[in-house]
């Protein structure tokens, strides 16, 4: 957990200079400025906050409003969360994947919040709750996401859109220095383009093309592979499955011939073991990005992608 230290404080311990400003002979051109520069740039959860930090660099002093280990779907804020929303100079979220954020970011994100919903493109419907897939009409009932999947970021194209728009962003909110995100967010562009280049040819020839994943977190992965996602629990993992549905995705299981079904790092493996165990498959990890902890198969983004993608390979038996 990350104190809660000024972002001033925060770029002049980045730059390693001291908060008194002693000199140092080890100013390296532009980043010899004024801590106080610096954006301060509030994100929702992890994969918006990894995006800030590589386009912004130096110039952004990002944080998280979810905690690292805390299920970014399921979270309350507390008044010194809002009071945070209020006053960063930039609130980037995703509309529709956390009543609470929603609020916050309406009630207290006046100018200054900016949600990526509309250039992730979220054109996949959330799947019915319980993991039901036989698509009975489901009305606005009591939950806290929006009518369409969430999860753009598991698909590195939809991902490298919004990065493309927290350039904008961050080059509206920081003139100056507008070249400089833009540029940044080429280049993260780029890496997520050779990302998606690996996870389309290594996935492109699989035995297994049904998908068996903890929560519906993978929809845009799997349409951008070719494959069919069979989630167990709804587009949040607190979603659970009823006694039916466990029954009906085991079955399938069974028919398909899966010999892995993926959990997560954050939500609780049970019903996916259950559904493992009763079709004699195994289970592996595929991490839904939506926090990194010390059980994330690496340490950022594109290193748990890599070994998503392993996993999958295996999972699926890909050749
Ligand atoms: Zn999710």
């Known amino acids: ?64 409003l ?54 992730a493109e979220l054109d996949l419907s959330a799947p019915p709750e319980g993991g039901d897939h036989e698509g009975h009409d489901h009305g606005e009932e009591d939950h806290d996401h ?8 598991l698909d590195p194209v ?14 509206k909110a920081d003139p100056d220095h507008a070249a400089e995100y833009r540029a940044n967010a080429k280049k993260f562009g780029s890496k997520l383009t050779s990302l998606n280049k690996d996870l389309t040819t290594r996935l492109a020839n699989c035995k297994r093309q049904d998908l068996i994943t903890g929560h519906a977190a993978f929809g845009y992965l799997a349409q951008r592979v070719g494959m069919t996602q069979v989630p167990i629990s709804g587009v949040s993992p607190k979603e659970s499955p009823d006694a039916k549905t466990l029954t009906k995705i085991s079955t399938l299981a069974k028919e398909s011939g899966a010999t892995v079904i993926y ?7 049970r019903f996916a073991e259950a559904v493992a165990r009763s079709s004699g498959a195994k289970t592996a990890v595929l991490d839904p990005l939506e926090g990194i902890t010390s059980k994330s198969p690496g340490s950022d983004y594109f290193e748990v992608m890599r070994a998503n993608i392993k996993t999958l390979e295996k999972g699926q038996a890909c050749s």
């Not at 979270?75 to 006053?87: G, I, Q, T, Y």
């Not at 929006?146 to 970021?153: I, K, L």
């Not at 939809?158 to 080059?171: F, H, Q």
Request: with cysteine.
């Open 158 to 171: 939809r991902y490298a859109k919004v990065a493309t728009a927290i350039g904008d962003r961050l080059a």
């Open 1 to 64: 957990m990350r104190p809660p230290v000024s972002a001033a404080l925060t770029a002049a311990l980045l730059m390693g200079v001291t908060a008194c400003g002693s000199d140092t002979s080890n100013s390296d051109g532009a980043s010899g400025e004024a801590g106080g520069d610096t954006v301060e740039v509030l994100t929702s959860f992890y994969p918006l906050e990894f995006a800030v930090s590589e386009i912004g660099g130096k110039r952004v002093s990002a944080s998280n």
């Open 66 to 119: 979810v905690k690292p280990g805390t299920d970014p779907h399921d979270l309350e804020l507390s008044p010194k969360d809002v009071a945070k929303v209020s006053e960063t100079d930039l609130f980037v979220y995703l509309k529709g994947f956390a009543g609470p954020i929603d609020d916050a970011a309406k009630n207290q994100g006046s100018d200054h919040a900016y949600d990526v919903s509309t250039s």
């Open 146 to 153: 929006g009518p369409n999947d969430p999860h753009f970021w």
């Open 263 to 269: 959990t997560e790092t954050l939500a609780s493996p």
